[in-house]
Nanobody, 126 residues
Framework: QVQLVESGGGLVQAGGSLRLSCAASGCTFSSCAMGWFRQAPGKEREFVAAISRIGSIVYVDSVKGRFTISRDNGKNTLYLQMNGLKPEDTAVYYC????????????????????WGQGTQVTVSS
C-alpha cells in the first residue's frame, strides 16, 4: 500500500514562498508519476502540476513561472516550490501518485491517480 505524507504548508504573506514536500512509502517511487492538486473551500479539486517518472513536467497556467515541481527518486520525495504566492493560491494541497509503466507520461486528471496524501494547508494573506 502506497502512503503519501505532505508537509511544508503554512501561513505566508502575499509574495512569499513555501516549499511543499511529499514523502512516499510502500512503493517504488521511481515507478510512479506524481502530481500536486489543490482544493479551496467551496471549490472542486484543481490540478496544479505533474511530473513523469523521468521528469517531464506540466503546470496549470495560473502557476506557471511561480511554482516548480521536482522529485528526488533517491529520497522518495516529491516537492513543490511555490514563489510569488497570491491569496488565490490559498487551498489544501494534495500530492498524488500513479503507478505506471510509461516513463514519459504525466497526468493532470485527479481520476488518473491511484494514491493520495492527506493534504497540507497553504494560506496566503493579502
Amino acid at each position: 500500500q502506497v502512503q503519501l505524507v505532505e508537509s511544508g504548508g503554512g501561513l505566508v504573506q502575499a509574495g512569499g514562498s513555501l516549499r511543499l514536500s511529499c514523502a512516499a512509502s510502500g512503493c517504488t517511487f521511481s515507478s510512479c508519476a506524481m502530481g500536486w492538486f489543490r482544493q479551496a473551500p467551496g471549490k472542486e479539486r484543481e490540478f496544479v502540476a505533474a511530473i513523469s517518472r523521468i521528469g517531464s513536467i506540466v503546470y496549470v497556467d495560473s502557476v506557471k513561472g511561480r511554482f516548480t515541481i521536482s522529485r528526488d527518486n533517491g529520497k522518495n520525495t516529491l516537492y513543490l516550490q511555490m514563489n510569488g504566492l497570491k491569496p488565490e493560491d490559498t487551498a489544501v494541497y494534495y500530492c498524488a501518485a500513479k503507478l505506471t509503466s510509461y516513463i514519459t507520461s504525466y497526468y493532470s486528471k485527479a481520476s488518473d491517480y491511484n494514491y493520495w496524501g492527506q493534504g497540507t494547508q497553504v494560506t496566503v494573506s493579502s
